[in-house]
């Protein structure tokens, strides 16, 4: 209630897990989380490559336009399978979000580590360019642009963000 009474609530969040795949009854449930929010902006993030798929994804963007419901693009190790999804950048209401985790492939799928090692991962300058351009063209149909780092190990979320930033404004992009 604070932000939304101060008017600092950006958006909800919701991660679903990689087994939260595709399936018409997913979509309904998406449907109940968002009527439970209340009116509220409600942001999804999958971790199941199956909702990226090309014979589907046509269906799952306009489904979030339809419904209001802000796609996040997300940055994760790739696999060659569904197992994560593909970095797919678009914008499906006027805000658009990115979420960057990391590469960490070596211990993205381990069980029993430390979640932090997950996201151990600094991205190098190379690959923090090749975001500007997604970002730019998805930021021209968004009122409001975010672009939120994850890989939390030992302040490499703040380095890389603080690092885009700059990045971003040798271009004057955004």
Known sequence: MPLIKSHKLGILVYQFPPWFQYRTRNLDYMLTCKKLMQGLPVAVEFRHGSWLESDILDSVLHFFRKHQLTYITADEPQYGNLATVPFFPDAT???????????????????????SLRYAYLYSDDELKEF?????????????????????????????ALRLKELLATQNSI
Not at 141 to 159: D, E, I, L, Q
Request: glycine share 6%.
């Open 93 to 115: 209401t006027d805000i658009a979000y990115f979420r960057f985790h990391g590469r960490n492939k070596e211990n993205w799928l381990k069980k029993g580590i430390e979640t």
């Open 132 to 160: 500007i351009p997604s970002i730019q063209r998805v930021n021209k149909r968004a009122k409001v642009t975010f672009a939120m780092f994850n890989n939390c190990h030992v302040g490499f979320a703040m380095k890389d």
